[in-house]
């Protein structure tokens, strides 16, 4: 069964790109973003670059995503931030390329397990809001802002910090 769905849905992308089968055409016929976008764009985001998020998250719809298939990338991006923080020169991932990869180690290192786990929190509740939303890429667009918010406002590793020290002496 699954053979066969495979193969009917394959046909079906040959005829949708006049047999020119490429793995953009795919992508965006499936409706799934690029990964090294969405990779820029939780670049911009966790730096609280508000302007390029917005920017970004739309060329990235107006490309074919899906709304929830960015939230779902950016998910799997702060988990795989989270596992190469854990891991760190030992973080290996062979769902991504090696590009990829190296970026997610750098990254991982700059940003700490206290800050990634609000970004969870809160694309997780994005999920919820975006199925209820009439409008999904407004709903997208209203985490994203709520994410870059908490980054640039205070960068979240000083927050953590500051309420550390502040407990410390409670």
Known sequence: GSVRDALSLLDQMRLVTNNNLTVEAIRNSLGYADLEKSFTLYNDLVTGNIIEVLNKAQQICNSGAEVKNIVNDLLEITYLLSKANILADSFKEIKVSSAIE???KLLA???TISALTPIWQMLLKAVNEINLS???FQALEMALIRICHL???YNLNKIITEVKKKHSFC
């Open 102 to 104: 190296n970026d997610i």
């Open 109 to 111: 290192q700059k940003l």
């Open 134 to 136: 009439p409008n999904q």
């Open 151 to 153: 980054s640039s406002s």
